[in-house]
């Protein structure tokens, strides 16, 4: 979703703003814009519809000489995605440029008031009332550019990460956030921003992680300076990055997404390094708490989209053998829920870019209601892992593929651990099973070419079913899902028992159904529901234990994975699940990487 670069230093930025956007193309956008301010103070301004690719190369016949500016990929929120409504957005008198991630709520309202007072309007967007706001407080009030942008914050209600130059406040960038990620990159001399650190990463491994309500004033010769849009200095607290440029390249891949299916045994070494101590589960964010986690009387769970999904699984995960009560929430439904929550509750927020805009909003509610709020957060030092009270990183690096894969399963392993840790006794052979998962893995993924070849048969369906029980209904919502994102084909996940109480009614020969049926309790049961679709001429692909002769002898292919545990069967299985996804789609011709209208950080509501 919108993404955010800006550039202030010796350097010519152009380049510089361009290869940062390149680096947030994995986000999700349909237009991007630059705003450059050049040696004479003059505003450049260049942004087409489409890729990033498109607005370099519109930009070659053009003047974006400069050292100064801000630059956006946008994802449409309000107007469509086109030339007018792409960002940067330029104040009435050609001064200000600015570019914005989120969405201003009240902007009808402001937008009435200024076109009251003479302002026209070019665009649909809220953004473009945010800068003419600033123009018209700037000059109204005779006031400097940080303080008009201060005052006309104080009079947005919504979301912003933004950015601003002004051809009359040379040498200098305003950015400001609310519930929407911004990161300032100290160099030796230049200062960089972005949404995430990626574009950041190649210059500098120092940073800034701006705070809600905070305004940073980045000026070229002069050290950062961090107010509050209440006026107070803000500290400024400067970290070190722990991101390589080779964790954001493709590594030889032809897609990121096939990238992070293959990396998932080191990520799950990584996931799990450290955590498994003598037969014993050990995570600091546990043990730091764990008087919390041994009082709790309830545990809710939100999370969106897959992190939804390895929540379901945590469910069960944590129930089995924490023995405690857990729901689990769309954190998008639970904020607007009026929940009942208690000081004895636990809110664990699952969320791999650590920005989802609901999930946030659920944290914030949780804390405000005085649960204590556990964050399971891939991006280290993101807003969710720095909102949270505790927490555990399931540290599988980047992921850059719209289609969440690596993160999935990251989440999965942390669930599992974090079930086993909050009763501390040895678990001899679950924590065995866990350290056997990176080798499970890659003994899974062999499964590639298989899985290649049965995507030619499956190329061309409209739809597709997912079935599975237990442990492995949530890996058909999954398995559904990561089809649907990346192929465009519809398909439905269903616990399999649920079949027959309505989704029965679609089977016939143009159907497949992925059924999910892994050695485990409920082998027989799901066995009947393979014979309930064949018997009403749908095809099946079932995802067996290694030599499942029961299965085989019914289903149309079979997918055979390693024996694992039961309640680790969900990382598994999601293996050959990823796999067929991937390669529908690239059959497809789709772009896996970057699907239509998908964002991967969704920092808005
Ligand atoms: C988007 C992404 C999904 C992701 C979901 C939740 O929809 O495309 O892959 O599962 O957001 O994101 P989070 O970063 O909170 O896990």
New binding site residues.
């Given amino acids: 979703m919108c993404g955010i670069v800006g550039y202030i230093g010796n350097s010519q930025c152009f380049p510089i703003l361009i290869k940062g956007l390149h680096r947030l193309e994995y986000r ?1 956008y349909d237009s991007a814009g630059v705003a450059i301010i050049d040696a004479e103070n003059q505003l450049k301004l260049c942004k087409s519809r489409g890729k990033v690719a498109e607005l370099e190369s519109f930009c070659q016949s053009k003047d974006v000489s400069g050292t100064i500016g801000i630059a956006h990929t946008r994802w449409a929120t309000h107007g469509e995605p086109n030339d007018t409504n792409a960002h940067p957005h330029v104040s009435a008198d050609g001064n200000i440029a600015i570019v914005h991630n989120g969405t201003i709520e009240n902007y009808n309202v402001l937008k009435r008031a200024l076109m009251k007072h003479g302002c026209e309007f070019k665009s649909e967007t809220d953004t473009e009332v945010l800068v003419q706001l600033i123009q018209y407080i700037k000059q109204n009030n005779s006031c400097t550019l940080v303080e008009a942008v201060t005052e006309s914050l104080g009079q947005v209600v919504g979301a912003y990460a933004i950015a601003v130059v002004d051809r009359n406040t040379p040498g200098t960038i305003i950015a400001a956030r609310k519930s929407s990620p911004l990161v300032i990159g100290i160099g030796d001399d230049a200062t960089y921003l972005a949404s995430d650190a990626t574009p950041i990463i190649d210059y500098t491994d120092k940073v800034v992680y701006l705070n809600d309500d905070e305004i940073a004033i980045i000026k070229k010769d002069e050290p950062l300076r961090v107010i509050t849009t209440d006026n107070k200095p803000s500290n400024i607290d400067i970290q070190t990055l722990k991101l390589s440029v080779s964790q954001l390249e493709k590594g030889g891949y032809p897609h990121f997404m096939l990238k992070e299916i293959f990396e998932q045994p080191s990520t799950i070494e990584d996931s799990i390094r450290g955590r498994v101590v003598n037969n014993r589960i050990e995570l600091s964010g546990v043990n730091l708490n764990r008087s919390k986690f041994v009082d709790a009387e309830r545990i809710i769970i939100v ?7 390895a929540g379901l699984i945590g469910k069960r995960l944590m129930q089995d053998f924490a023995r405690v009560p857990v729901s689990v929430e769309y ?1 998008s439904e639970f904020r607007y829920s009026n929940p009942v929550i208690s000081s004895r509750d636990i809110v664990i927020a ?7 805009a ?2 946030l909003a659920a944290i914030t509610l949780a804390k405000k209601m005085g649960a204590f709020v556990y964050g399971i ?3 280290v030092g993101s807003s ?1 892992a720095r909102a949270t009270d505790s927490g555990t990183y399931i540290h599988v690096g980047p ?1 850059i593929g ?3 894969t690596k ?2 399963t990251g ?1 999965v392993t942390v669930l599992a651990m974090l079930a086993l840790a909050i009763d501390p006794g040895t678990v001899e052979q679950l924590s065995k099973d866990i350290e056997a998962l990176p080798s499970l893995i890659k003994e899974t993924l062999k499964l590639n070419s298989t899985i290649e070849n049965l995507s030619s048969t499956y190329t061309y369906v409209h739809n597709f079913l997912y079935l599975g029980r237990g442990y492995n209904y949530p890996s058909a919502l999954e398995g559904a ?1 990561k089809l649907k ?1 990346i192929s465009y084909i519809h398909a439905e996940g269903y616990p399999a028992a649920e079949m027959k109480h309505g989704p029965i009614a679609l089977i016939d020969h143009e159907l497949p159904t992925v059924v999910i049926a892994p050695n485990d309790d409920l082998h027989d049961k799901i066995i009947s529901n393979i014979q309930q679709v064949k018997a009403r001429g749908g095809s099946v692909i079932a995802i067996v234990t290694k030599g499942d002769k029961a299965i085989k002898e019914i289903a149309d292919h079979t997918l055979e994975i390693p024996k694992v545990a039961e309640c680790l069967s969900p990382i598994i299985v999601s293996l050959p699940l990823q796999l067929l996804a991937y390669h529908i789609a690239i059959k497809k011709g789709c772009n896996v990487d970057m699907p239509r209208n ?5 920092t808005v509501e």
């Avoid at 999370?303 to 999904?309: D, L, N």
């Avoid at 998908?598 to 969704?602: E, G, M, Q, T």
């Fill in positions: 999700g999370a969106c989209g897959t992190s939804w999904h954190a699952i969320s791999q870019s650590g920005e989802t609901d999930t957060c891939n991006a969710i992921e719209v289609a969440s993160a999935f989440q899902l994102e998908l964002a991967k950080s969704v």
